[in-house]
C-alpha cells in the first residue's frame, strides 16, 4: 500500500486554493486539455467541500493499523473462499482493512477487525464473484438457514451474523436489510444495464443507489454498541449520514471514474433524467453533501457528536490513502 506524506487541514480552516468559480461547460475526457479542465473541476470540488465542512485531513495510518490487518488477514486466512484468485482477494482484504482501521479509526478495535471482514465479502460480491444463480438463492438461504451456493457467500452470512454482537438491534438489523439489498441490486444490475433512462423517472437514480450504495451498512458503523447502546441518540442524524457516505463517495470518486470512462454510476444516472451535464450535476450534489455534514452536526450532540466528526475524517483519510481514487494530486497538487 502507498502511503502519502502528513496533509493535515485544521478544523473549521479553508483550503488555500478553494475556488468559487461557475460551473464550467459540458467536457469530454479526450486530449490533454481536457483532462486537465477535469482535473481542475475535480480539485475545485473537493477542496470546496472540505473548506466548506471544516472537515480535518490526517493522512497518516492509526497506532492500531497493523493490529487491524493482523487480525483481518488471520481470519480470511481460515476462510474457505472458493475460487476468488488470491490477486483479487488480497485487494479486497487491503481495501477491507483501510476502511476499518481509517475510516472508522474511532470504533472498537473488534469493531473495525469486523468492518473489514464485512468489506472483504461485499467486495467479492460487488466485484462479480459470485454469479447470479447464488445471488438469488442469499436471503432465502439466509432466511433458511441452509449453506449459501459459494462459500464466500457463507463467509458474508457469518459475519452477518455477528451484528448483533456489535451493534443495537436497530442497527444489527439495518446492516442486515441493506446487505440484502445490495445482493438484489447487484444480482439485477447486469440485466438492467441496457435499459434507458426514461427523463421522467427523476426519483430512479437515487433509488438506485441508495440500495447499491450500501450507505445504511456504513452510516450504521459509525456508532457501535459499546459506545451508543441507545438508537434514540443517532437515529436522527441517519439519513444524513446516508447521504455524506453515498454522495460524499460519488464526489471523491468522480476524477477517477470519469478518467476510466465510467459511465454506470449515479452522477451520470441523473445527468441522463435531468439533462444536465455531469460537471452540473456533481457540483449540484457538492451542496447536498455539504448540508448533510452540517445538520447532522446540529442534530448530534456529546460523544454522538465526536463519533461523527472523527469517521467523517476518517472517511476522508481512507479515500486519500487509497490510490486508485488518485485524491492527493487534487489536494497536494492545487496546494
Same mark, same amino acid.
Given at each position: ?70 487480525r483481518v488477514r488471520a481470519t480470511v486466512a481460515t476462510w474457505d473462499v472458493g475460487d476468488i484468485p488470491t ?76 451484528? %448483533? =454482537? ?5 442497527? $444489527? ?6 446487505? &440484502?439489498?445490495?445482493? *438484489?441490486?447487484? +444480482? ?8 434507458q433512462m426514461r427523463p421522467a423517472a427523476g426519483q430512479y437514480p437515487q433509488y438506485k443507489r441508495a440500495r ?16 451508543? %447502546? =441507545? ?5 436522527? $442524524? ?6 455524506? &457516505?453515498?454522495?460524499? *463517495?460519488?464526489? +471523491? ?83
Amino acid at each position: 500500500m502507498n502511503t502519502l506524506s502528513d496533509l493535515t487541514l485544521p478544523l473549521g480552516k479553508p483550503m488555500a486554493n478553494t475556488v468559487t468559480a461557475p460551473p464550467p461547460s459540458p467536457i469530454e475526457v479526450q486530449g490533454s486539455s481536457n483532462e486537465e479542465a477535469l482535473l481542475d473541476l475535480a480539485r475545485q470540488v473537493v477542496n470546496d467541500l472540505l473548506a466548506r465542512t471544516g472537515i480535518p485531513i490526517t493522512v497518516t495510518l492509526p497506532a492500531q493499523y497493523a493490529v487491524v490487518e493482523e487480525r483481518v488477514r488471520a481470519t480470511v486466512a481460515t476462510w474457505d473462499v472458493g475460487d476468488i484468485p488470491t490477486a483479487r482477494l488480497e485487494r479486497y482484504i487491503v481495501s477491507g482493512i483501510q476502511l476499518g482501521a481509517v475510516g472508522y479509526a474511532h470504533t472498537a478495535l473488534e469493531t473495525q477487525v469486523l468492518i473489514g471482514l464485512y468489506t472483504v465479502c461485499g467486495l467479492s460480491v460487488d466485484d462479480g464473484e459470485c454469479d447470479a444463480g447464488a445471488l438469488a438463492e442469499f436471503a432465502i438461504r439466509l432466511q433458511t438457514g441452509r449453506p449459501q451456493l459459494l462459500p464466500i457467500l457463507d463467509r458474508f452470512a457469518e459475519v452477518l451474523a455477528q451484528m %448483533p =454482537d456489535f451493534f443495537n438491534v436497530y442497527l $444489527a438489523t439495518t446492516v442486515l436489510t441493506d446487505s &440484502l439489498n445490495f445482493v *438484489n441490486s447487484t +444480482l439485477f444490475e447486469k440485466d438492467l444495464e441496457g435499459m434507458q433512462m426514461r427523463p421522467a423517472a427523476g426519483q430512479y437514480p437515487q433509488y438506485k443507489r441508495a440500495r447499491n450504495g450500501l450507505g445504511e451498512v456504513f452510516a450504521a458503523y459509525i456508532w457501535d454498541k459499546f459506545s451508543f %447502546p =441507545d438508537v434514540s441518540t443517532i437515529i436522527q $442524524a441517519l439519513p444524513d449520514a446516508i447521504i455524506f &457516505l453515498i454522495h460524499g *463517495n460519488d464526489i +471523491l470518486s468522480f476524477y477517477k471514474e470519469e478518467l476510466g470512462g465510467d459511465t454506470k454510476n449515479f452522477i451520470h444516472d441523473r445527468a441522463r433524467v435531468t439533462g444536465k451535464d455531469t460537471h452540473t450535476v456533481v457540483r449540484e450534489l457538492l451542496e447536498d453533501v455539504v448540508a448533510s455534514v452540517h445538520s447532522a452536526r446540529a442534530i448530534l450532540e456529546g460523544e454522538e457528536r465526536e463519533a461523527w466528526e472523527r469517521f467523517m475524517a476518517g472517511y476522508i483519510s481512507f479515500h486519500l490513502v487509497t490510490p486508485r481514487y488518485k485524491l492527493a494530486s487534487l489536494i497536494e497538487g492545487g496546494a
